[in-house]
Each structure stands twice: as structure tokens, then as C-alpha cells.
């Protein structure tokens, strides 16, 4: 069974990431990205989340809530 850790880049998701006795036991973090983050936090993500869990072997993955629906395109994450 996978374990995974889902991230909402936020103080407390962002402090777990350094908890080594955590972040053993998760295989993956997931980030479900609505798309209405501020820049600096898709910057602090880039610049800083992804190295890192790279750095531990830890896979980053984001999910996007948009998906088209008779031909328009409608975010089904809120």
C-alpha cells in the first residue's frame, strides 16, 4: 500500500515535509493545485518544495480540477 502526504502548501503541510520520522513513511505528496494559489506560492513551490522532495526521493504530484464538459472547460475543484 502506497502512503502519501497530501501538501496544501501552507505552514503546517510545508513544516510536516521536514519531519524525517514522517516523511519516511510517505511514498508520495500531492498537491491538488485549484489554480487561485498566489505567485509567490507557486514560485516557493518550484523554488523550494520540488528540489527538496527530490533531494529525499519523495515524487511531487498535482493534480488540476479542470476538465471540459460540452466543450467548456469547468474546474470541478473549489
Known amino acids: ?3 502519501y502526504l497530501s501538501y ?3 505552514v503546517n503541510t510545508t513544516a510536516i515535509l521536514h519531519l524525517p520520522d ?3 513513511n510517505v511514498d ?3 498537491f491538488a493545485d485549484t ?3 498566489k505567485p509567490e506560492t507557486y514560485q516557493y513551490i518550484e ?3 520540488r528540489p527538496y522532495l527530490k533531494e529525499i ?3 511531487f504530484i498535482v493534480v488540476k480540477g479542470k476538465e471540459k464538459i460540452n466543450g467548456k472547460e469547468v474546474s470541478n475543484l473549489y
Open 1 to 3: 500500500m502506497k502512503t
Open 8 to 10: 496544501g502548501a501552507g
Open 22 to 24: 514522517v516523511m519516511e
Open 28 to 30: 508520495f505528496v500531492i
Open 35 to 37: 489554480g487561485a494559489e
Open 47 to 49: 523554488k523550494y518544495v
Open 57 to 59: 526521493g519523495k515524487e
